[in-house]
């Protein structure tokens, strides 16, 4: 968001975005989880177990590939603003 936009306007789009998103805690069941994950990149891994943890309807990332096994649908930013301005 930051490449994009700027780091102020990025920061006040964020800020508005969390009026309708929860960011998922990770916890060390988690942590542990992601290491048998599927996905080969430990970073992804961990967000799936962050968003498994609260059932998450969804991760938000540029990059849907890397989570196509994870478990979790992956939408990028523009789905998920087009969706936040749906409602």
Known sequence: ?????GLGP??????ALLVH???AP????G???????PLDDLED?????????V???VIVTRNHRDFR???VQAIGPAELIAGVAER
């Open 1 to 5: 968001l930051t490449r994009e936009l």
């Open 10 to 15: 990025a920061r006040q789009t964020l800020g």
């Open 21 to 23: 998103l929860e960011v």
């Open 26 to 29: 990770l916890t060390d069941a």
């Open 31 to 37: 942590v542990r989880r992601s290491l048998n994950s």
């Open 45 to 53: 891994a961990l967000v799936v177990a962050a968003a498994q943890e």
């Open 55 to 57: 059932d998450a309807a």
């Open 69 to 71: 096994d994870g478990g």
